[in-house]
């Protein structure tokens, strides 16, 4: 399995960062890769690629803020939530993308 993600907080500065962490150290525990582009006020870092979304089989929006060009992940199943909840609902996270993603 393979999931984009992003990350955005006010700032994105620390919360955006450690939800990316927490992303890909779940990701990597479930044996699911994952690419997670950060958004923040120092404008966006590892950015996901149409080929990335094209062999994406969900996406996680993990935002306190509008993310730049969200209409890329409108063909895709995908869960919204807020950045803390990666750092503290990671469990119930990627629970919540499998229910959608099966």
Known sequence: MYIVCVAACPTGVAHTFMAAEALEIKGKELGIEIKVETQGSM????????????????????ADVAINDVERFSG??????????????????????????L
């Open 43 to 62: 404008g966006a870092d590892n950015i996901i690629s149409m080929m990335d979304i094209e062999r994406a089989d969900a996406a996680i929006l993990a």
């Open 76 to 101: 895709l199943p995908k869960i919204e939530c807020s950045v803390a909840d990666p750092i503290k609902h990671g469990d119930a996270l990627f629970a919540a993308l499998k229910q959608e993603v």
